[in-house]
C-alpha cells in the first residue's frame, strides 16, 4: 500500500533552515500529484508547495515564494521541502500529500486538504525568535 514517511523537522531559531523529506512507496512514483501542507491547532491544513512528479508542476504559496523550495529525487522516490530563512510564524505540524488520479492540469490546481488521498504522519517544525 501507499505509505508517505516524513522526517527532517525539529526546533531551529529563526533565520535558519531546515530540509523535509517525504520517503514515498506503494505506488509508480513517477506519475503523481505531490504536496507540502503545514497545519496548526485550530486551522485547517494549508497547501506550501505542489509538484507533478512527471514533471510540468511546481509551485508554492504566494507567501513562501523565495524561502521554499520542493524537489524530488525519483531514483530515491523522495520528496523534499527544502525551507530558509524560517520564521516564527513557520511553525507548524509539515505534510506530505499525494494523489493517484489528479492530472498534471488538476495537479496544478490543487491546493486543499480534499484534492490528495494518502497523507503522511507530518513532521513537527517550531521556529523561535
Known amino acids: 500500500q501507499v505509505q508517505l514517511v516524513e522526517s527532517g523537522g525539529g526546533s531551529v531559531q529563526a533565520g535558519r533552515s531546515l530540509r523535509l523529506s517525504c520517503a514515498a512507496s506503494g505506488f509508480t512514483y513517477s506519475s503523481y500529484c505531490m504536496a507540502w501542507f503545514r497545519q496548526t491547532p485550530g486551522k485547517e491544513r494549508e497547501s506550501v508547495a505542489i509538484?507533478?512528479?512527471?514533471?510540468?508542476?511546481?509551485d508554492y504559496a504566494n507567501s513562501l515564494k523565495g524561502r521554499f523550495t520542493i524537489s524530488q529525487d525519483n531514483a530515491k522516490n523522495t520528496l523534499y521541502l527544502q525551507m530558509n530563512s524560517l520564521k516564527p510564524e513557520d511553525t507548524a505540524m509539515y505534510y506530505c500529500?499525494?494523489?493517484?488520479?489528479?492530472?498534471?492540469?488538476?495537479?496544478?490546481?490543487?491546493?486543499?486538504?480534499?484534492?490528495?488521498?494518502?497523507w503522511g504522519q507530518g513532521t513537527q517544525v517550531t521556529v523561535s525568535s
Open positions: 509538484i507533478y512528479t512527471g514533471g510540468g508542476v511546481l
Open positions: 500529500a499525494a494523489d493517484s488520479f489528479l492530472s498534471p492540469a488538476l495537479c496544478s490546481l490543487a491546493r486543499k486538504e480534499k484534492h490528495f488521498n494518502y
